[in-house]
């Protein structure tokens, strides 16, 4: 059965076929090992260092230790239609308290205790509404440039956050190039700048921006600069020192160095934007709002910035998840709605050019535990804010299923929602940047 109903520029798709439920192991540790792994492990360094020809090796150098270089010959910026940011719920947010499905009785038959009361639901319809924490995005939404597809996710389960963010940020299952999908599209054409690809407010280079491809990953954007070139190096020495030492040295080692330097170079127009938010736009406080304000900077720049990652966590609620009153999840809604609100309002006109897409490794299961919370689950929520957004909320609802081991099945596969992101946005192939896989239409974005 399928119902669309389009009021306000919102348009409503959801189809109803029930799904066979799989059943899996739920994490056994309260707090989840393996989510404090991921954002700083042995491995992910490894991968980040080991990089051949692109700034990720460099930019770990130049963030961490605080050395940046200035290149020999410069490369011009080119300035961009069109700016994807890629928002990571970090931990596997539950997509059904920030998208409830009142519709599926299922839902409240399952969490008597912290599901969300119909009757405070935003932009409800006869199916789903928005957590009411969300209410600063409702200018978004009603004047149809904010969206959900729910039930969306990898196409097979897995509930390891390690492997499943590698498996979400690679996009190209069986590979063994380790290639992010984010790095791939940037090397769609021959244009090369490490200001192509930024990842703000985190200097351990994410999966997905990996590659043989330049970016940059940095925690702030103060820390892109050339140590030891400030107010005392009046004759320059220290630039002209690091262009003899790395202008011939080859290897990876000197393109990320050289890359560095690039990215250095170019960057002036950035740090040369007002560091106050403009439109009256305020952040929260804390590092989500700072990477916000960050990437407002970068694009009023408009150094070339395609895409920009930024992560927010820890979305990993198997306590204290909450009620309204209470709790982690109202405690993160309040910040990603009140972060985004101020990051387009100090877009400004700016914004017409920008889109928002979250991802997140995986889903929470149907039945909340014993501790207010909610073990690792499957399906999830990906939310479209912005520039080309058509608003709504999309997707095949599977039907839920009330037992220990049920989650929210998968019926859209993520990629064919970032699929249609990047065709649609940035005019790259899907096959380029999902190599072997073909995307199923999902009609959630416009081109320019």
Not at 55 to 81: I, M
Not at 313 to 335: A, F, I, R
Request: with cysteine.
């Amino acid at each position: 059965m399928t119902s669309r109903t389009e009021t306000a520029g919102r348009a409503t798709h959801v189809t109803g076929d029930p799904a066979p439920a799989t059943t899996a192991p739920s994490c056994a540790e309260v707090g989840c090992d393996d989510f404090a792994r991921v954002a700083m492990s042995r491995r992910s360094l490894l991968r980040s260092a080991a990089v051949v020809g692109g700034l990720t090796a460099g930019a770990t150098t130049l963030t961490t230790v605080g050395d940046a270089f200035l290149q020999t010959s410069y490369a011009a910026t080119r300035s961009v239609p069109a700016v994807l940011v890629v928002l990571s719920m970090r931990g596997a947010v539950d997509g059904m308290s920030m998208v409830v499905p009142h519709g599926d009785p299922v839902y409240y038959q399952a969490r008597p205790k912290i599901g969300i009361p119909a009757e405070t639901l935003l932009a409800k319809d006869g199916f789903f509404g928005l957590h009411p924490n969300l209410a600063p995005l409702l200018p978004l939404w009603t004047s149809g440039r904010m969206a959900a597809v729910h039930a969306a996710g990898l196409p097979v389960a897995n509930r390891s956050h390690f492997a499943a963010v590698e498996l979400v940020e690679d996009a190209d299952p069986g590979s063994r190039e380790r290639i992010g999908w984010i790095n791939r599209l940037i090397g769609r054409d021959s244009y090369a700048s490490p200001l192509q690809a930024m990842q703000l407010g985190n200097s351990v280079p994410a999966t997905a921006v990996i590659g043989p491809q330049p970016t940059l990953s940095v925690r702030g954007l103060n820390q892109v600069k050339l140590a030891g070139a400030d107010q005392w190096d009046k004759q320059g020495r220290r630039p002209r020192s690091m262009r003899t030492m790395w202008g011939d040295v080859g290897g990876p080692l000197g393109q990320g160095a050289r890359a560095a330097m690039q990215a250095v170079s170019q960057f002036g127009a950035v740090t040369a934007t007002s560091t106050t938010p403009a439109n009256g736009a305020v952040y929260p406080t804390g590092g989500f709002g700072d990477a916000l304000a960050a990437a407002a900077r970068t694009i009023r720049g408009d150094v070339g910035a395609e895409v920009i990652t930024i992560d927010q966590g820890n979305w990993d609620h198997h306590v204290n998840l909450g009620t309204l009153e209470w709790g982690s999840m109202q405690q993160m809604t309040t910040q990603f709605a009140a972060g985004l609100a101020a990051f387009f309002t100090d877009l400004g006109p700016l914004a017409s050019k920008v889109t928002v897409v979250t991802l997140s490794e995986f889903g929470r299961r149907t039945r909340e535990n014993a501790n207010y919370g909610l073990d690792h689950g499957y399906g999830t929520v990906m939310m479209l804010l912005g520039a080309g957004v058509r608003g709504g909320y999309y997707g095949r609802w599977p039907g839920l299923v009330n037992n220990d081991n049920n989650d929210l099945q998968v019926t859209t596969d993520y990629r064919s929602v970032l699929a249609e992101v990047v065709t649609a946005r940035l005019g790259a192939s899907s096959a380029q940047v999902f190599p072997g896989f073909t995307p199923t239409p999902v009609g959630v974005v416009s081109g320019l």
